[in-house]
């Protein structure tokens, strides 16, 4: 069985060269392979996640060179979870974008890098999530980091380069201090591998404990976008395709938080930073949601309520119990496929409408009732609404707080409740104006291709067509007959509303609704699976064994 682990890294990788090789001319073999081997994937994490649930974590030497020299691959309870969701979700993401059209309709821009570049950053997820050591780590980063950017800034179009220019010059930030870090307890404790580090970073004097504890949560809190490390998220996410801004926010945030807690458990046991941990947690819940309060893009807002609930996630990682460590995992996988789905319901949206501006859209619930349902209940869900997922993991979050007692975590008890109902009040808000209100007079009819001033060196006077005030400026309309093909939505230069979404993109959306409705239903199997995980990570020893062979 631990022959399977390195399988979730390699075959996306070796996929990629598949797909680099065959893709300009055989674009359905392109998106088979894509297609398959995400599937695979998901089929070996749901493998290990179980092995590792029933015999305890299992390990790989690559080269069968042993730590430190050797490349060490590990999976246990928590990293099986987090391979299976994440897999599950990026191939939900996968098939999405091939109803959109992003590989197979668009002449103007390279899109047959978006396959390889998809696959890539598979594997960079599958390498953090599996990583044993801080460089294998690190490389994880920085493949997530390639990948990331060509996806970013697909079509080159302006607004997708300046954010893109941006993820990257705060990515390039944080992989400087993260090597700085390496650099700093290699040169403290001889080694950088996990299990090693869990016995030696005990006897470095404490201050030389804190700085590289310090450090080491300042880039993983960046990557997660902690406030106040999350200024560049907002900016960043909406201006790309929806499947990219969707795997974005749902996955690649909680890289961040899955190395949180793996660090904070097996390198740094005793809580030292739990109340400035606490404290950012706080500020992560309140900052986040009084932004998405005064958005009224839904994109931009759903940015916001993502740094918000990365809070919830933070909070169980600065209480460090059982019961919190437990609670946080639960949040963490319903979060993943929560902001994954309502990020591609807002694909969904600008697919039918032309945008996802709230004061320029409504009457959906009433022409398009399906995709009212597939906001509705991952809305609700985010809300924390009973019984579903989200309630379940606020609550053993909040009971965790209640347990503590401390001064910190009822503090954080007090903001998490509010953070709860403000979201709530900001899910509602759009429900109203984008689908219980009837329609606004401006609103693009089904047909309307809306077409930035990139597309076309004239009619560049402000006509009646404009919207200036609506974050729309330099867009025109033009109309013509609906049901033509669509092939602007990748380059990011004009899209075409249609009032019949493509199935696939339906299909998807709602295999994410799906999955987090199945977190409610088979929530005992679940919260029992995070309770055994905590105990595992409190415990570490089972780590430590598996990898050192004691």
């Not at 993401?93 to 959109?100: E, F, K, N, P």
């Not at 932004?291 to 993502?306: E, I, N, P, W």
């Not at 199935?503 to 977190?519: D, K, N, S």
């Amino acid at each position: 069985m631990n022959a399977l682990v390195p399988l979730p890294v390699l075959l996306p990788l070796c996929a990629t060269g598949l797909s680099l090789t065959f893709g300009t001319r055989l674009k359905r073999f392109q998106r088979f392979i894509s297609v398959a081997v995400l599937t695979a994937v998901l089929g070996l994490s749901a493998t290990l996640m179980v092995a590792a649930d029933s015999e305890g974590p299992l390990s790989v030497h690559l080269g069968d060179f042993a730590p430190p020299l050797g490349i060490t691959l590990v999976a246990d309870r928590l990293s099986g979870l987090m391979l299976t969701i994440s897999s599950a979700v990026t191939l939900c993401v996968l098939v999405y974008s091939l109803g959109q059209g992003m590989a197979d309709r668009d002449e103007e821009t390279p899109v047959a890098v978006f396959h390889p570049a998809y696959l890539i950053l598979v594997a960079g997820v599958s390498c953090t999530f599996l990583a044993g050591d801080l460089v294998n780590l690190y490389v994880g980063f920085e493949i997530m980091l390639v990948a990331s950017f060509v996806l970013l800034t697909l079509g080159g179009t302006g607004p997708r380069i300046r954010a893109g220019s941006t993820y990257v010059i705060i990515s390039l930030f944080s992989s400087m201090l993260f090597l700085t870090a390496i650099a700093m307890t290699y040169a403290a404790a001889g080694t950088v591998n996990f299990a090693q580090l869990a016995g030696r970073l005990a006897d470095l004097p404490l201050g030389v404990q804190t700085l590289i504890q310090a450090m080491l949560l300042t880039v993983f809190a960046i990557k997660a976008a902690v406030f106040p490390l999350a200024a560049w998220l907002p900016d960043s996410y909406p201006t790309a395709p929806a499947p990219v801004t969707a795997v974005f926010a749902g996955l690649l945030t909680k890289v961040g938080v899955y190395c949180m807690l793996r660090t904070e458990t097996l390198l740094f046991p005793g809580n030292r930073l739990g109340d400035l941990l606490m404290a950012a947690a706080l500020a992560s819940m309140i900052v986040g949601i009084l932004g998405a309060v005064a958005q009224t893009d839904l994109k931009r807002l759903l940015s916001f309520t993502l740094i918000s609930h990365i809070g919830y996630m933070v909070f169980g990682i600065g209480l460090a119990t059982r019961e919190a460590y437990g609670g946080a995992i639960v949040y963490v996988v319903h979060h993943i496929t929560v902001q994954t789905t309502l990020f591609l319901v807002a694909g969904l949206i600008e697919r039918r409408s032309g945008t996802t501006e709230l004061t320029r859209i409504g009457g959906i619930a009433r022409a398009a009732p399906a995709l009212a349902v597939l906001f509705f209940v991952p809305a609700m869900n985010l809300a924390g609404i009973p019984p579903l997922s989200g309630f379940i993991g606020k609550l053993g979050l909040m009971r965790a707080g209640v347990a503590d007692g401390g001064v910190w975590a009822w503090i954080l008890v007090i903001g998490a409740t509010a953070t709860s109902l403000l979201t709530l009040y900001v899910v509602a808000k759009v429900w109203n104006l984008a689908f219980w209100r009837a329609a606004p007079p401006g609103q693009a009819a089904a047909g309307t291709v809306l077409e930035s001033d990139d597309d076309s060196d004239d009619d560049t006077d402000e006509g009646p067509d404009r919207m200036p005030g609506t974050g729309d400026e330099g867009v025109r309309l033009r109309h013509q007959p609906a049901g033509l093909a669509v092939a602007a939505t990748l380059h990011g230069r004009a899209v075409t509303t249609t009032s019949v979404l493509p199935r696939p993109m339906i299909w998807a959306t709602a295999a994410t609704v799906a999955l987090g409705l199945a977190f409610t239903v088979f929530a005992g199997p679940l919260t029992s699976y995070t309770d055994r995980s905590a105990t595992e990570l409190i415990a570490r020893t089972p780590y430590i064994e598996e990898v050192l062979g004691r």
